[in-house]
């Protein structure tokens, strides 16, 4: 009896390793996009002068549709590129819908027009929502 409870253990052991059940990373599922880490510096309101963006986007940020001109966008982790990025989000009005802890959501829709913030978030490509993990800058 105990042969076989540990020959049984063995077996679940092994296809679990196999299965990838019993690695302590992270698991991907198939179909399922993975985040992508970016860093945004941006301007909000107008453009200031003598900036050429590299994108210019709309996002909604608690009930707030800010305007946002990119300076400059660093991608993390993820395997894609920044035209990418900018390219896949042009056909849309709103561009992201900002999502995160509230004090972060606030302090960013606070943030008053020729400030040039960093913004640092993820998300998925196909997916219209960033989450926002960190803003740096004025205030």
């Not at 608690?62 to 896949?88: A, C, E, F, W, Y």
């Not at 020729?114 to 196909?126: A, D, E, K, S, V």
Request: glycine share 10%.
């Amino acid at each position: 009896m105990i042969s076989h409870r540990l020959h049984a253990t063995l077996l679940v052991a092994i296809l679990l390793a196999l299965a990838g059940g019993g690695s302590a990373g992270t698991v991907a599922q198939p179909g399922v996009p993975k985040p992508i880490e970016v860093r945004l510096q941006v301007y909000l309101g107008d453009k200031p002068e003598g900036l050429v963006p590299e994108a210019s986007w709309v996002v909604a940020c608690q009930g707030k549709q800010l305007r946002m001109h990119i300076r400059h966008i660093d991608v993390l982790t993820g395997d894609v590129s920044p035209s990418n990025i900018i390219t896949d989000a042009t056909p849309y009005r709103i561009t992201f819908h900002l999502r995160g802890d509230p004090a972060l959501l606030r302090r960013l829709a606070a943030a008053g027009p020729n400030q040039l913030l960093t913004l640092t978030g993820f998300f998925r490509t196909g997916s219209r929502q960033f989450l926002l993990s960190a803003v740096d800058g004025p205030g």
